[in-house]
């Protein structure tokens, strides 16, 4: 069964540190995994997208990485801001015909505090 | 420009009534779908959407159905609602399934 883990279920940070999220997967064969921002009480935002082949991706202060080998990717927001605070999410999609079933991650909430 | 919209925001159902929520889109996206999220659960796929005239099942199709006669316009149905489609139901559009996905703001639907 396709399953994708985050960690950690939540974190604690303070503004202008940096953190790094998790993310294991066991989805196969592999399309691609994406990282998308949530903010309560709203819809995802995606963040960043990577196939097989690419290994890091950034979107301002997001950096996620992906080891296909391991079947890891994690995403790294550096110089944290209060408006960070949100649920983070790892989104890992298999290559399977013409059908597209994405697996979602439960996330991870984080709270920024001044 | 209003990327994705759905309506209602809120709604209040009691249990066997039906209803639609409705997902429109102005960006020309051929892919669309339709998820449910769940306290403590990430969100999960209902159906999908490649193109007007095709639609697919998703993770969790029972209960809820979808046509697309547009490109624009993705419903989806519930015939009768259950306690168990208590959730927030989120819309999604793509220009195809591997590019990036735009949601909208969700619906938060209550069955009694």
């Known amino acids: 069964k396709n399953q994708v883990e985050q960690s950690p279920q939540s974190l604690i940070i303070l503004e202008g540190k940096n953190c790094t999220l998790q993310?294991?997967?066991?989805?196969?064969?592999?399309?691609?995994l994406r990282w998308y921002k949530q903010d309560t009480g709203r819809g995802p935002v995606s963040l960043t997208i990577?196939?097989?082949?690419?290994n890091t991706k950034s979107n301002g202060r997001y950096t996620a990485t992906l080891d296909a080998d391991t079947k890891q990717s994690s995403l790294h927001i550096t110089a944290s801001q209060l408006s960070d605070s949100a649920s983070y999410i790892c989104?890992?999609?298999?290559?399977?015909?013409?059908?597209?079933?994405?697996?979602f991650g439960r996330g991870t909430s984080l709270i920024v505090h001044p | 420009n209003a990327g994705v919209t759905q309506t209602p925001k809120f709604q209040v159902l009691k249990t066997g009534q039906s209803m639609t929520l409705q997902c429109a889109q102005d960006?020309?996206?051929?892919?669309m779908s339709w998820y449910r999220q769940d306290p403590g659960m990430g969100l999960r796929l209902i159906h999908y959407?490649?193109?007007?005239?095709?639609?697919d099942q998703g993770e969790v199709p029972n209960g809820y159905n979808v046509s697309r006669s547009t490109t624009e316009d993705f419903p989806l149905r519930l015939l009768s609602a259950a306690p168990s489609q208590t959730s927030v139901y989120f819309c999604?559009?793509?220009?195809?399934?591997?590019?990036?996905?735009?949601f909208g703001p969700g619906t938060r639907l209550t069955v009694t």
């Open positions: 989104v890992v999609s298999a290559a399977s015909g013409g059908s597209y079933i994405p697996t």
């Open positions: 959407s490649v193109g007007a005239g095709i639609t």
């Open positions: 990577m196939t097989f082949s690419e």
């Open positions: 993310c294991n997967y066991t989805v196969s064969p592999f399309s691609n």
């Open positions: 960006m020309n996206h051929e892919y």
């Open positions: 999604a559009s793509s220009l195809d399934r591997v590019r990036e996905q735009y």
